[in-house]
């Protein structure tokens, strides 16, 4: 994409050069030129261009992403009301049946899909698997996709959870938090403090999952945009399950729901979005039980 070549060895010269490559291209890479041209901006200018003439090169709206899912993402049903039958996902790009898949597992890794993975509508941009439905009992399930797009034959895939409930759900959940099996870490990162929690840490169930932001002197950062947990089961062929926390007050964000879906090794990601300074990221695993 940047096709640069110096008439000597100075940054400056480099950058001019590219500066005129681009003049064919767009109008914001230019005025960003004249505003930083000076040989002592000159790096960082040319690393801003490498990132922006990168973002232009892939189309954000690529690859077979998904638009909607049924059921929807976290969501709960009433298992006395009734029960899905199918998962359907819509693409924004064709999916390749013979490369694509959606699996659907229960708390213990079961598939419950009736393995019939299918291109359906109109436009041959969603694919749908049934379910054996007797398999629905309550508990959390996890819908694990994979798509091959026949439009530009890219790979994506993710993972998400719905949950059936029985239809007293509340007594169960509140003796299960009441043992309280909580999870709790904590990891510094560019003199912010991220300090994480996981209550109760069992699988297949609904967990609370909190993150609480301290600056060096103990205050909450105010530039916070957005803090995401990501959740991966290696061994399961899960992920990423992707949830977004809710702000409960400064610095402290937290959400409910059953993304730590099945038993085992979990690999899990925090990731912090900021205003105006760099994504605070942090990788760590649990090991999560089976609710006793
Ligand atoms: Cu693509």
């Not at 957005?226 to 402290?252: D, R, S, Y």
Request: aromatic share 10%; proline share 5%.
């Amino acid at each position: 994409m940047l096709l640069c070549y110096p008439f000597n060895n100075t940054f400056y010269q480099l950058f001019e050069r590219c500066t005129i490559k681009f003049k064919t291209g767009n109008n914001i890479l230019i005025s960003y030129a004249k505003n930083y041209f000076s040989p002592s901006h000159a790096v960082i200018t040319l690393l801003l261009v490498t990132v922006i003439a990168g973002s232009f090169s892939s189309n954000v709206y690529g690859h077979a992403s998904p638009v909607s899912y049924s059921p929807a993402i976290n969501s709960n049903i009433v298992q006395n009301r009734s029960l899905p039958t199918k998962v359907v996902i819509s693409f924004s790009e064709r999916p390749e049946p013979k490369a694509s898949y959606i699996h659907v597992t229960d708390a213990k890794n079961n598939r419950i899909d009736n393995n019939d993975y299918a291109i359906t509508g109109q436009n041959e941009r969603q694919a749908t698997v049934t379910l054996g439905n007797n398999k629905l009992a309550p508990g959390v399930y996890t819908v694990s996709w994979l798509a091959l797009s026949r439009d530009d034959g890219h790979i994506t895939k993710g993972s998400y959870v719905f949950t059936i409930e029985p239809a007293q759900a509340a007594a169960a959940q509140t003796s299960l938090s009441s043992k309280n099996n909580t999870f709790s870490d904590q990891v510094t990162i560019n003199n912010i403090t991220l300090q994480y929690k996981i209550s109760p840490l069992y699988a297949g169930i609904s967990n609370r999952f909190n993150v609480t932001l301290t600056d060096a002197s103990g205050k909450s950062p105010t530039n916070i945009k957005n803090v995401i947990m990501q959740f991966n089961h290696k061994q399961a062929g899960i992920g990423p399950i992707v949830a977004n926390l809710h702000k409960l007050e400064n610095g402290v964000y937290s959400t409910v729901g059953g993304y730590i879906s099945q038993p085992g090794e979990w690999d899990n990601k925090i990731t912090v979005q900021r205003n105006g300074a760099y994504d605070l990221n942090h990788s760590f695993k649990v090991t999560v039980k089976a609710p006793p």
